[in-house]
């Protein structure tokens, strides 16, 4: 046997046995999408796939055929995604709002290839997650100018959902208007609250009379409805084409950097993203005496978690009795994570972890929306 026949046997040989690799890889691939599925994840996992390229490509020693690796890697993982798109297809993802509000958007960046789902408010897309009808829900959790988006942070508190992710958008506003209408026509403006919130220099100025919408979208839509050159819409551009308005004047938002984090929730916690990098949710309540809150905080500072927010709500029912909220770094999982709940225990009425989350994709590169 000539050196040829004898190399192309092995690569046969080989090919074959990479087949059966490749099957067996397939399937894994499909148990990770079912994974995802179930905890509302996106498919694209940045960080993962940096480091399996930077550990597997040590795995070999010639330098000349090392970076071949790494492409046939990266080939694999792109095959992989595109078998996760097909077998995700069916994600169903709950919102609030309609075609056009931020939120929409925000779930088609996360999603792609997901089914985005309407719904009239924050507390029905949760639900839909909680009765099976989706499979996750994307909600706004704080805004950068405006703060804290407190009607979900009390389903966080009280609901059963865990959130698996976190994503920062930047939010450009502008003022959208019937064709043929100007600035010095609009006498009053529609909105989200939040939205009017973060325009409230620029409709002070204007001297507009405000009017609150369960989202920028269906503020835009009411003013496409209505056609009347005195009423504008604030929201996206993107919003403008769907409802055949005009911008009529752009970027009214006081600040440039205008940002709102919106949260995975799904049924199934993701514990597999702890670690030192991540952030997790905390929510507690403690004994009306004084001190006891000090006490609280106390026992997460000794611990060593830094805490990015802390923040209080009412409970509603006893009236002035709040609940709080902390964002911590760190990992609660760990010795030490576990040892910092366990005490927390005894200083706490109630106490939670909500899920947590790890910044990898920053969707604000996305462009504005």
Known sequence: MDKLQSARERINRIDGELARLFAERMESVKQVAEYKTERGLPITDKAREEAVLAKNASLVGDEEIRSYYVNFLKYNMELAKQYQHRLMHGLRVGYSGVEGAFAHTAARRIFPDGEAVPYPDFKSAYDAVVSGECDCAVLPIENSFAGEVGQVTDLMFGGSLYVNGVYDLRVTQNLLGVR?????????VISHPQALMQCAGYIKRHGFEEQQAANTAVAAKEVSR??????????????????????????????????????VFSRVDNKASSGKDSTFFLLFTVGHVAGALAKA????????????????????????????????????????GQKMLSELKEHCDSLKVVGRYRIEVDLRKGGDF
Request: cysteine-free; overall charge negative; glycine content about 6%.
């Open 180 to 188: 043929g209408a100007s600035v010095s026509d609009v006498k009053k």
């Open 226 to 263: 209505l056609g009347d050159v005195h009423t504008a819409a604030i929201a996206s551009a993107e919003t403008a084409t769907l409802y055949g308005l005009e911008i009529i004047d752009h970027d009214i938002n006081e600040s440039a950097h205008n940002t709102t984090r919106f949260a």
């Open 297 to 336: 905080i106390n026992v997460i500072a000794k611990y060593g978690f830094n805490m990015k927010a802390l923040r209080s709500r009412p409970l509603g029912e006893p009236a002035w009795q709040y609940y709080f909220y902390v964002e911590a770094e760190g990992d609660e999982s760990s010795e030490e």
